[in-house]
């Protein structure tokens, strides 16, 4: 069955409390390690915060033409002209956000329950969000681990762009894409690592080797 591109094959999720050094460098080095797209991911802040720090993610992304998604905020997406956003089983339904954000280019939407895949938000999102795959200590509020097998069975089932998300690293990656992701998107591998651009490159080369 023919499915949708989606060209950015190592996807870095990243706050502030992720990165065991300024974010902004980790942005910057994961960038020319070889991450493809950034999604900006903040809890807590207040919308005026939350804008003036993306704005900063975004002068970095743009710097290095490198799209970037704003995590669940269409008033901080929009304001600062971001590629997408990116929402989850219990944020701003995507059928809402088309129709209050027209020129969004990149929409995601994380499953997390199977029957999810039928629905109408599902049919608005441009890519979906396998989460996770793995259990992680930086995303507690997950309902479902879906495994090798879960990728599996949602590969067959959808031929929207996959977004793998949860526990990935190394050791890992081409399991994951060998079963249907399209996409890798890592936290802690990269926003912790000693050397984010080393930890990027090593990646993204297991990645490519994968395809």
Not at 184 to 208: F, H, T, W
């Amino acid at each position: 069955m023919d499915r949708n591109p989606f060209p950015y094959k190592l996807y870095l999720v990243v706050s502030e409390a992720a990165c065991k050094k300024d974010f902004l460098h980790v942005i910057g080095q994961a960038i020319q390690g070889g991450v493809d797209i950034v999604q900006y991911r903040e809890k807590g802040l207040n919308p005026e915060e939350y804008a003036s720090k993306a704005l900063q993610v975004k002068e970095i992304t743009d710097k290095y033409n490198v799209p970037l998604i704003i995590n669940d905020s269409v008033s901080v997406a929009k304001k600062i002209n971001a590629f997408g956003i990116h929402v989850g089983n219990s944020d701003i339904a995507p059928t809402v956000i088309r129709e209050i954000w027209k020129d969004c280019q990149c929409l995601g939407y994380s499953i997390e329950y199977m029957n999810q895949l039928e629905s109408k938000e599902t049919a608005a999102a441009d890519y979906l969000g396998v989460s996770p795959v793995f259990s992680t200590p930086t995303k507690i509020d997950t309902i479902t681990e879906w495994g090798i097998e879960g990728m599996k069975t949602i590969r067959k089932l959808t031929t929207k762009p996959l977004v793998a998300i949860g526990g990935l690293n190394q050791s890992n990656v081409s399991e994951v894409m060998n079963a249907g992701a399209d996409s890798i998107a890592v936290v802690s591998a990269i926003c912790a690592a000693d050397d984010p651009r080393e930890a990027a490159y090593s990646l993204k080369g297991i990645l490519m080797n994968s395809l």
